[in-house]
């Protein structure tokens, strides 16, 4: 949907299909404000808003290698990132995945809550090899907790099937 709204000084002219609590806020206040000044105010806040919330949603992507797969990876190195995790993403390309990154090695316990998507866990230990692995790990076990079997200092989420499609073992490192 455009939105078109001429004010005193200008006309804004802008899309907002993205963002429907946007949209659905901004005609609100559209509705209720009298002065176009004030209306201008409000929605360059929105479009700030709008802004911020849109980069985050674009995430940077980091080449590494598993074994000799190229993995094009999001990288989880903060407790907000790392809580947040895939969830809410709507897909992985087939070679796209997301490498969370801890600080000392764990037991480091993952849900599928939010996920639309099934996905492989691969864990490794601090010399990057794996040692373990949930494959085929579906959204509608949440809130089933997936753990390694020893601690793990690194986690890669990858697209369901693709520890068994690039012939993964136990062993393999990975590489960044």
Request: with cysteine.
């Amino acid at each position: 949907m455009t939105v078109r709204r001429a004010t005193r000084y200008f006309i804004l002219d802008l899309d907002f299909e993205s963002v429907s609590f946007t949209r659905v806020l901004l005609l609100y206040i559209m509705k209720l404000s009298k002065r176009g000044l004030c209306v201008t105010i409000v929605i360059l806040v929105l479009i700030f808003i709008e802004v911020v919330l849109l980069s985050i949603k674009n995430y940077p992507l980091k080449k590494i290698f598993l074994s000799d797969t190229e993995i094009m990876v999001t990288i989880a190195d903060t407790p907000l990132l790392q809580s947040q995790g895939l969830s809410g993403r709507a897909k992985l390309d087939p070679q796209e995945g997301m490498l969370f990154i801890f600080n000392q090695p764990q037991l480091y316990k993952f849900w599928m809550k939010d996920m639309r998507f099934p996905i492989d866990i691969i864990w490794f230990d601090i010399d990057k090899k794996i040692i373990s692995v949930n494959e085929y790990v579906e959204p509608g076990s949440y809130p089933r907790l997936f753990t390694p079997v020893t601690p793990a200092a690194f986690v890669l989420e990858v697209p369901r099937g693709f520890f068994m499609k690039h012939n993964l073992k136990i062993g393999d490192t990975i590489k960044f």
